[in-house]
Structure formats: C-alpha cells, structure tokens
C-alpha cells in the first residue's frame, strides 16, 4: 500500500509538471496568434502550423498586417521556425512596425524540440572545385610539392559574384581601418 503511494505521488507530480509545460497551440489558445515558418514552407501558405510560411519576411509581413487590421491579440504573437537550415542572404530587418506590447509581446523561436540554424554563408560544393593548371599561377608557388593541390572554383559560373569589399587586409579585417595606406606611406593633408 505504501509502495503504491509512492507511485501515485510520482505521477501525480510528472503530470502536474507536464501539463503545465507552454506547448505550441497553447498560446493561441489563450488568445495569442502563432505562425510557422519551415525550411520546405512557401510564402503563399497560411503560416499554420500544417501549411507554413518560407521566409521569416513573411511571418514578419503577416504580423504588420495583424496588427494594422485587429491590433495584436492578448497575449502577443509567436513565430515558431521548424526545424532545419534557413540561408539568409540579406540582414532581417525589424523596425517600430514590429514591436510588440508589454501584454502583446512578439516572439521569433525554434519549434520545441527542433534545431534551427540561421545561415548568412553560402555553401560550396566539393565538386565546383578543379586543379589549377595556369602555370603562370602555379609558378608563383614557392612549394613544388603543393603545386598539385592547388584548387580552384568558378564561382560567378554558378552565379556568386558578390565577394564583398576587397581591402588589402583581406576579408578577416576588411572595415575602415583596410583603407589606410600601408605602413611607410604617409598622405600630406590639404589646408
């Protein structure tokens, strides 16, 4: 008998714990709104949860027209991004259209239970690269033996052709300061 209440105690706890626990599909139905986006979604779906938005463009334009049309709902809006690897290739910009309310907040997270990745790189395929064979290049090369492991890939051939802003730091430090002339020369102001 006392065994049993032990048992008892643990599952009643569990599920005191459990049924407690924020799930997608709660918040709405405590008057907050949600929409999903997912990595296989388009942006001429709903945003539910079973037809999701692509881009996190469209989850941002869907809550700027919920807002001008009812006002956000008690409660706020929460958009939940799927699991998987989403390729940005420009900066998510949120202005005063998209604050929320103390009581109306909005909130962008991973699914529960999912991993999401925000990527701003673009990924190279292995088999885009091919050995160098220029010899003007290769000659250039103090090491005879890495010659041969020289590789190379077009990439405006697969549509890459912004490489940012060459500096004569490279890309590591590539701001302002690449725009100083080298050490040992010196530019006289004019007065």
Known sequence: MKHNRKWFALLLLISLLFGSLP???????????????????????????????????????????????????????????????????????????????ADARITYKAYPGESVTLTGGMKLDKSWFVPVEDPVVLNRIVSVEARGKVLQADLASRGITDYGQMSRHGYYLANDVSLVPPMGCTSKAKA
Do not use: H
């Open 23 to 101: 799930t997608p599909g709660a918040q709405a139905a405590a008057g907050g709104a949600e929409f999903f986006i997912a990595p296989n979604g388009s942006d001429s779906n709903a945003g539910t949860v079973e037809s999701p938005f692509l881009t996190l463009e469209r989850a941002r334009e869907a809550i700027r027209s919920l807002k001008a049309t009812s006002g956000l709902p008690q409660g706020g809006v929460t958009v939940y991004l799927r699991g998987g690897e989403y390729e940005r290739t420009q900066s998510f910009l949120l202005d005063e259209r998209d604050s929320g309310a």
